[in-house]
C-alpha cells in the first residue's frame, strides 16, 4: 500500500545540523506536492517547508527560512529537510505529506496531505 517513511531523526546540540528523509512507497513522489510539518507537545502541527512536483520551488515558513533547505532526488523517491543551525524550538515531531493539485503555500498553511508519514523526533538540547 502506498505509504510515507521518515527518517533521520534525534537528538542534537543547539546549532547544529540533521537530515531528514521522507521516502515513498507504492506512488511516485515526483508527482505530488510534498510538505513537512512539525508539531511540539502542547502546540499545532506547523507547517515548515513545501515543494513543488515540477520545478523544485519551496516555501518555507517564517521561523525555518535561511536555516533549512528542502529538495527533492526523484530518482530515489525520496524528499529531504536539511535543517541547520537549530534552536531548541525546532524540537518537535517532524512529519511529511505529500498531495496533488495545490501550490505550495496552501500546503504548508493549511496542512493538506492525503498521504502523511508516521513521524520522526526531533529534540534539539544541550
Known amino acids: 500500500q502506498a505509504q510515507l517513511v521518515e527518517s533521520g531523526g534525534g537528538l542534537v546540540r543547539p546549532g547544529g545540523s540533521l537530515r531528514l528523509s521522507c521516502a515513498a512507497s507504492?506512488?511516485?513522489?515526483?508527482?505530488?506536492?510534498v510538505g513537512w510539518f512539525r508539531q511540539a507537545p502542547g502546540k499545532e502541527r506547523e507547517g515548515v517547508s513545501c515543494?513543488?512536483?515540477?520545478?523544485?520551488?519551496?516555501y518555507y515558513g517564517d521561523s525555518v527560512k535561511g536555516r533549512f533547505t528542502i529538495s527533492r532526488d526523484n530518482a530515489k523517491n525520496t524528499v529531504y529537510l536539511q535543517m541547520n543551525s537549530l534552536k531548541p524550538e525546532d524540537t518537535g515531531v517532524y512529519y511529511c505529506?505529500?498531495?496533488?493539485?495545490?501550490?505550495?503555500?496552501?500546503?504548508?498553511?493549511?496542512?493538506?496531505?492525503?498521504?502523511w508519514g508516521q513521524g520522526t523526533q526531533v529534540t534539539v538540547s544541550s
Open positions: 507504492e506512488f511516485t513522489l515526483e508527482h505530488y506536492v
Open positions: 515543494i513543488t512536483s515540477f520545478d523544485g520551488g519551496a
Open positions: 505529506a505529500a498531495t496533488l493539485f495545490t501550490t505550495t503555500q496552501t500546503m504548508c498553511d493549511q496542512g493538506i496531505g492525503t498521504y
